[in-house]
């Protein structure tokens, strides 16, 4: 099927430092979306994008849908030790309905 | 409250044996979903549910079966044909359309493990 190529696959930073980590595709995509997974949980949403170019902003977390329709990022900035979790990015690639496609997950840790 | 209940937070297979994962919403949601989780990958598509009575394979159907008999429940069916059962398994729900954008709300998921 479809894919995603979520980067980087995984993060270990210091309390205090920015994250950015991204998600692109070869196919155009109409929605992109950003969740978080706690361990044993389900993803919750954090980020929902609809417009090329759109820049959106959740607190200290900031997202972007790509120009090109073909990519996203995420920013995470001053983080803390709860931002600890997998994020996934997950879009609805063009002309097919209601599907989602998720990428691989990006697993941050945080050191205090 | 409304949200999407899963149950039972673990459950074990026995060899040969099915088993079923409840998935219950009742944030009145048109279309459901099952997806896989294996470590360090994605969510992959089971099967999903746009509408009561109706349902279509995903990308990994083969050794799953759903239902849809009403809208608030899609529960899914581990047959004893699958024969790497051992996942973490997710159910959502959305409200498909252009106003609703397409946004999937998740349960918090039940760990199947093989005896």
């Known amino acids: 099927g479809q894919q995603l190529n979520q980067s980087p696959q995984s993060m270990f930073i210091q309390e205090g430092e920015d994250v950015s980590m991204n998600c692109t595709s070869s196919?155009?995509?109409?929605?992109w979306l950003w969740y978080k997974q706690d361990p044993g949980e389900g993803p919750v949403l954090l980020i929902a994008?609809?417009?090329?170019?759109e820049l959106t902003s959740n607190g200290r977390l900031t997202a972007q849908f790509g120009i090109t329709r073909k990519d996203s990022f995420l920013n995470i900035s001053a983080s803390i030790p709860s931002d600890v979790g997998i994020y996934f990015c997950?879009?609805?690639?063009?002309?097919?309905?209601?599907?989602?496609?998720f990428g691989q997950g990006t697993e941050l840790s945080v050191k205090p | 409250d409304g949200g999407i209940t899963q149950s039972p937070k673990y459950l074990f297979r026995k060899e040969g044996q099915n088993v079923t994962l409840s998935c219950e919403q009742n944030?009145?949601?048109?279309?459901m979903y099952w997806y896989r989780q294996d470590p360090g990958q994605g969510l992959r598509l089971i099967y999903y549910?746009?509408?009561?009575?109706?349902?279509q394979k995903g990308d990994i159907a083969e050794g799953y079966s759903v239902s849809r008999e009403k809208k608030e429940s899609f529960p899914l069916t581990v047959t004893s044909a699958q024969k790497n059962p051992t996942a973490f398994y997710l159910c959502?729900?959305?409200?498909?359309?252009?106003?609703?954008?397409?946004?999937?709300?998740f349960g918090a998921g039940t760990r199947l493990s093989v005896l």
């Open positions: 994008l609809y417009k090329a170019g």
């Open positions: 196919s155009i995509f109409n929605t």
């Open positions: 944030l009145n949601h048109d279309a």
């Open positions: 959502a729900s959305s409200t498909p359309g252009k106003l609703a954008k397409n946004i999937q709300y």
């Open positions: 997950a879009g609805t690639p063009y002309n097919q309905g209601g599907k989602l496609i």
């Open positions: 549910s746009q509408i009561v009575n109706d349902f």
